[in-house]
């Protein structure tokens, strides 16, 4: 039922921007905290940033703390990710996720309740 779809992905020079975009359906989406996370090949899937209910307050590993944007739309139902100043570090497929538990931010992937299939974003120098 619940349907998050990421978008925007692609590829940058180093120094680039990107903005991806999340949209979801299949459920009112007001009172659920979002985030991103990100994998590259042969590494772990990490969190990247979450978003609080309301929009009001943004949480950011330190690898990107600085670089990038966590927002939400008027509507509630589309996030996204601002990645400014990018890295070639920052190349990996990027995933949408809600997240079911947000203490300091919902920062592990136990948390998550729903993911996306991704966007592919790949930084050159």
């Known amino acids: 039922q619940v349907q998050l779809v990421e978008s925007g992905g692609g590829l940058a020079q180093a120094g680039g921007s990107l903005r991806l975009s999340c949209a979801t359906s299949?459920?009112?989406?007001?009172?659920?905290?979002m985030g991103w996370f990100r994998q590259a090949p042969g590494k772990e899937r990490e969190f990247v940033a979450s978003?609080?209910?309301?929009?009001?307050?943004?949480y950011y590993s330190d690898s990107v703390k600085g670089r990038f944007t966590i927002s939400r739309g008027v509507a509630k139902n589309t996030v996204y990710l601002q990645m400014n100043s990018l890295k070639s570090e920052d190349t990996a497929l990027y995933y949408c996720?809600?997240?079911?538990?947000?203490?300091?931010?919902?920062?592990?992937?136990?948390?998550?309740?729903?993911w996306g299939q991704g966007t592919q974003v790949t930084v050159s120098s």
């Open positions: 996720a809600t997240l079911l538990a947000f203490s300091d931010g919902g920062r592990e992937v136990s948390h998550v309740g729903h």
């Open positions: 978003i609080n209910w309301s929009g009001t307050t943004g």
């Open positions: 299949g459920h009112t989406f007001d009172t659920y905290n």
